[in-house]
Protein backbone atom coordinates (compact mmCIF):
# COMPACT_ATOMS: atom_id res chain seq x y z
CA UNK A 1 0.00 0.00 0.00
CA UNK A 2 1.66 3.25 -1.70
CA UNK A 3 0.55 5.96 1.35
CA UNK A 4 2.74 8.81 -1.32
CA UNK A 5 2.45 8.78 -4.87
CA UNK A 6 3.94 10.85 -7.48
CA UNK A 7 1.63 9.93 -10.52
CA UNK A 8 4.16 11.22 -13.23
CA UNK A 9 7.13 9.05 -13.29
CA UNK A 10 8.74 12.52 -15.61
CA UNK A 11 7.97 15.62 -16.82
CA UNK A 12 9.64 18.15 -19.52
CA UNK A 13 9.47 21.49 -19.34
CA UNK A 14 11.48 24.46 -21.18
CA UNK A 15 14.09 26.70 -19.54
CA UNK A 16 12.02 29.91 -18.00
CA UNK A 17 8.79 28.05 -18.03
CA UNK A 18 7.01 26.86 -14.81
CA UNK A 19 7.44 23.19 -13.71
CA UNK A 20 5.16 21.87 -11.16
CA UNK A 21 5.88 18.24 -9.65
CA UNK A 22 2.67 16.82 -7.93
CA UNK A 23 1.66 14.90 -4.91
CA UNK A 24 -0.55 12.69 -3.42
CA UNK A 25 -1.16 10.55 0.03
CA UNK A 26 -3.22 8.65 1.42
CA UNK A 27 -2.22 8.73 5.38
CA UNK A 28 -4.48 11.70 6.96
CA UNK A 29 -1.79 11.49 10.11
CA UNK A 30 0.80 12.92 7.89
CA UNK A 31 1.74 16.23 9.43
CA UNK A 32 4.78 17.08 7.45
CA UNK A 33 6.06 17.44 3.92
CA UNK A 34 9.17 17.72 2.15
CA UNK A 35 10.65 18.00 -1.24
CA UNK A 36 14.23 16.26 -1.93
CA UNK A 37 15.60 16.31 -5.27
CA UNK A 38 18.25 13.73 -6.36
CA UNK A 39 21.36 13.29 -9.02
CA UNK A 40 22.16 10.08 -10.34
CA UNK A 41 24.57 7.64 -7.90
CA UNK A 42 23.90 11.06 -5.22
CA UNK A 43 22.06 10.95 -1.70
CA UNK A 44 18.62 13.13 -2.05
CA UNK A 45 19.23 17.01 -1.39
CA UNK A 46 16.57 18.47 0.90
CA UNK A 47 14.84 21.16 -1.11
CA UNK A 48 12.14 22.82 0.63
CA UNK A 49 8.98 21.76 3.51
CA UNK A 50 5.79 22.35 4.55
CA UNK A 51 3.94 21.59 7.85
CA UNK A 52 0.16 20.21 7.75
CA UNK A 53 -0.87 24.07 9.50
CA UNK A 54 -0.44 25.74 6.52
CA UNK A 55 -1.26 25.80 2.97
CA UNK A 56 1.98 27.24 1.24
CA UNK A 57 5.85 27.83 1.79
CA UNK A 58 7.89 29.46 -0.62
CA UNK A 59 11.90 29.76 -0.69
CA UNK A 60 13.24 31.59 -3.67
CA UNK A 61 12.49 30.14 -7.13
CA UNK A 62 10.80 27.32 -5.16
CA UNK A 63 6.71 26.99 -3.44
CA UNK A 64 5.24 24.42 -2.44
CA UNK A 65 1.45 23.91 -2.07
CA UNK A 66 -0.51 21.56 0.53
CA UNK A 67 -4.05 21.25 -0.25
CA UNK A 68 -5.09 18.77 3.03
CA UNK A 69 -8.41 18.10 1.95
CA UNK A 70 -7.75 17.00 -1.09
CA UNK A 71 -4.27 14.98 0.60
CA UNK A 72 -2.72 16.81 -2.48
CA UNK A 73 0.97 18.96 -2.71
CA UNK A 74 2.78 20.32 -5.01
CA UNK A 75 6.27 21.93 -5.89
CA UNK A 76 6.52 24.55 -8.39
CA UNK A 77 9.55 25.78 -9.50
CA UNK A 78 10.00 28.74 -11.85
CA UNK A 79 11.54 29.87 -13.76
CA UNK A 80 12.78 26.44 -14.23
CA UNK A 81 16.24 25.86 -14.97
CA UNK A 82 18.65 23.25 -16.86
CA UNK A 83 20.27 22.68 -13.72
CA UNK A 84 17.23 21.53 -11.82
CA UNK A 85 17.05 18.46 -13.81
CA UNK A 86 16.61 15.64 -11.40
CA UNK A 87 14.71 13.41 -10.02
CA UNK A 88 12.55 14.69 -7.48
CA UNK A 89 10.85 13.08 -4.66
CA UNK A 90 7.79 14.30 -2.22
CA UNK A 91 8.11 12.33 1.24
CA UNK A 92 5.56 12.67 4.48
CA UNK A 93 6.38 12.85 8.16
CA UNK A 94 4.32 12.01 10.67
CA UNK A 95 5.21 13.02 14.30
CA UNK A 96 5.14 9.88 16.50
CA UNK A 97 7.73 7.96 18.38
CA UNK A 98 9.03 6.18 15.71
CA UNK A 99 11.59 8.78 15.21
CA UNK A 100 9.59 10.90 12.45
CA UNK A 101 10.19 8.65 9.38
CA UNK A 102 9.76 9.41 5.87
CA UNK A 103 7.72 7.89 3.82
CA UNK A 104 8.42 8.57 0.20
CA UNK A 105 6.84 8.61 -3.36
CA UNK A 106 8.32 7.28 -6.25
CA UNK A 107 9.74 10.18 -8.06
CA UNK A 108 9.76 12.48 -10.93
CA UNK A 109 11.95 13.14 -12.92
CA UNK A 110 12.16 16.66 -14.30
CA UNK A 111 14.01 17.61 -17.61
CA UNK A 112 14.45 20.71 -18.42
CA UNK A 113 15.00 21.61 -21.87
CA UNK A 114 17.53 24.87 -22.94
CA UNK B 1 22.39 22.93 5.33
CA UNK B 2 23.15 19.80 8.03
CA UNK B 3 26.18 17.55 6.17
CA UNK B 4 26.20 13.84 6.72
CA UNK B 5 29.01 11.82 5.41
CA UNK B 6 29.01 8.42 3.94
CA UNK B 7 31.94 6.34 3.52
CA UNK B 8 32.88 4.78 1.37
CA UNK B 9 30.53 5.71 -2.29
CA UNK B 10 31.80 2.67 -4.20
CA UNK B 11 33.05 -0.85 -2.70
CA UNK B 12 33.19 -3.75 -4.75
CA UNK B 13 33.78 -7.11 -2.80
CA UNK B 14 33.77 -10.58 -3.68
CA UNK B 15 30.70 -12.97 -2.82
CA UNK B 16 30.68 -14.10 1.17
CA UNK B 17 32.26 -11.24 2.75
CA UNK B 18 31.63 -8.32 4.56
CA UNK B 19 31.12 -5.16 4.00
CA UNK B 20 30.98 -1.63 6.28
CA UNK B 21 29.42 1.51 5.33
CA UNK B 22 29.25 4.77 7.98
CA UNK B 23 27.37 7.45 7.95
CA UNK B 24 28.52 10.34 10.19
CA UNK B 25 26.97 13.72 10.76
CA UNK B 26 29.39 16.00 10.68
CA UNK B 27 28.14 19.03 12.61
CA UNK B 28 25.09 18.32 14.52
CA UNK B 29 24.61 15.32 16.85
CA UNK B 30 21.63 13.07 15.39
CA UNK B 31 20.45 10.37 17.72
CA UNK B 32 18.31 8.95 14.74
CA UNK B 33 19.61 7.60 11.93
CA UNK B 34 18.50 6.36 8.94
CA UNK B 35 19.40 3.64 6.31
CA UNK B 36 17.73 3.27 2.95
CA UNK B 37 18.02 0.88 -0.15
CA UNK B 38 17.62 2.24 -3.41
CA UNK B 39 17.01 0.08 -6.48
CA UNK B 40 17.39 1.47 -10.26
CA UNK B 41 14.50 3.44 -11.33
CA UNK B 42 12.97 3.14 -7.92
CA UNK B 43 12.04 4.94 -5.12
CA UNK B 44 14.02 5.17 -1.44
CA UNK B 45 13.33 1.68 0.18
CA UNK B 46 13.59 2.25 3.97
CA UNK B 47 15.65 -0.72 5.27
CA UNK B 48 16.36 -0.11 9.42
CA UNK B 49 15.71 3.18 11.91
CA UNK B 50 19.13 3.46 13.83
CA UNK B 51 18.81 4.34 17.38
CA UNK B 52 21.91 5.77 19.36
CA UNK B 53 22.48 3.63 22.72
CA UNK B 54 19.66 0.90 21.48
CA UNK B 55 18.96 -1.54 18.80
CA UNK B 56 17.97 -0.68 15.58
CA UNK B 57 13.73 -0.83 14.32
CA UNK B 58 13.96 -2.80 11.06
CA UNK B 59 10.99 -2.79 8.44
CA UNK B 60 9.65 -5.74 7.67
CA UNK B 61 11.10 -8.25 5.15
CA UNK B 62 14.79 -7.08 5.97
CA UNK B 63 16.87 -9.18 7.59
CA UNK B 64 18.90 -7.54 10.73
CA UNK B 65 21.16 -10.82 11.46
CA UNK B 66 22.01 -10.24 7.18
CA UNK B 67 22.26 -6.00 7.83
CA UNK B 68 23.20 -5.04 11.10
CA UNK B 69 23.27 -1.92 12.05
CA UNK B 70 25.59 -0.02 15.27
CA UNK B 71 24.81 3.71 16.12
CA UNK B 72 27.15 3.56 19.30
CA UNK B 73 27.54 7.16 18.81
CA UNK B 74 25.31 10.45 18.34
CA UNK B 75 27.44 11.56 15.32
CA UNK B 76 28.03 7.73 13.29
CA UNK B 77 25.97 4.70 12.48
CA UNK B 78 27.56 1.76 10.45
CA UNK B 79 25.72 -0.72 8.40
CA UNK B 80 27.37 -4.04 7.50
CA UNK B 81 26.13 -5.93 5.16
CA UNK B 82 27.25 -9.75 6.48
CA UNK B 83 28.47 -12.71 3.78
CA UNK B 84 27.42 -10.28 1.09
CA UNK B 85 25.72 -12.03 -1.97
CA UNK B 86 24.85 -10.91 -5.74
CA UNK B 87 21.90 -9.90 -4.86
CA UNK B 88 22.37 -7.36 -2.04
CA UNK B 89 24.25 -5.23 -4.79
CA UNK B 90 22.36 -1.73 -4.42
CA UNK B 91 22.89 1.63 -3.44
CA UNK B 92 22.83 1.75 0.35
CA UNK B 93 21.64 5.48 1.51
CA UNK B 94 22.11 6.86 4.98
CA UNK B 95 20.35 9.77 6.58
CA UNK B 96 20.47 11.65 9.60
CA UNK B 97 17.63 14.02 11.90
CA UNK B 98 18.90 16.73 13.72
CA UNK B 99 18.18 16.02 16.97
CA UNK B 100 18.38 19.94 18.16
CA UNK B 101 16.67 21.53 15.16
CA UNK B 102 14.02 20.87 12.66
CA UNK B 103 13.64 17.34 13.56
CA UNK B 104 11.96 16.81 10.75
CA UNK B 105 14.05 17.15 7.61
CA UNK B 106 16.54 13.97 7.33
CA UNK B 107 19.58 14.82 5.69
CA UNK B 108 21.14 12.29 3.65
CA UNK B 109 24.90 10.90 2.86
CA UNK B 110 26.01 10.44 -0.54
CA UNK B 111 25.23 7.07 -0.69
CA UNK B 112 27.34 3.68 -1.33
CA UNK B 113 27.52 1.81 -4.31
CA UNK B 114 27.71 -2.28 -3.35
CA UNK B 115 28.32 -4.13 -6.35
CA UNK B 116 28.92 -7.94 -5.03
CA UNK B 117 30.91 -10.35 -7.54
Known amino acids: DQQVKQNSPSLSVQEGRISILNCDYT??????FLWYKKYPAEGPTFLIS?????DKNEDGRFTVFLNKSAKHLSLHIVPSQPGDSAVYFCAASLDNNAGNMLTFGGGTRLMVKP | GAVVSQHPSWVICKSGTSVKIECRSLDFQATTMFWYRQFPKQSLMLMAT?????????EQGVEKDKFLINHASLTLSTLTVTSAHPEDSSFYICSARDSGFAKNIQYFGAGTRLSVL
Open chain 2, 50 to 58: SNEGSKATY
Open chain 1, 27 to 32: NSMFDY
Open chain 1, 50 to 54: ISSIK
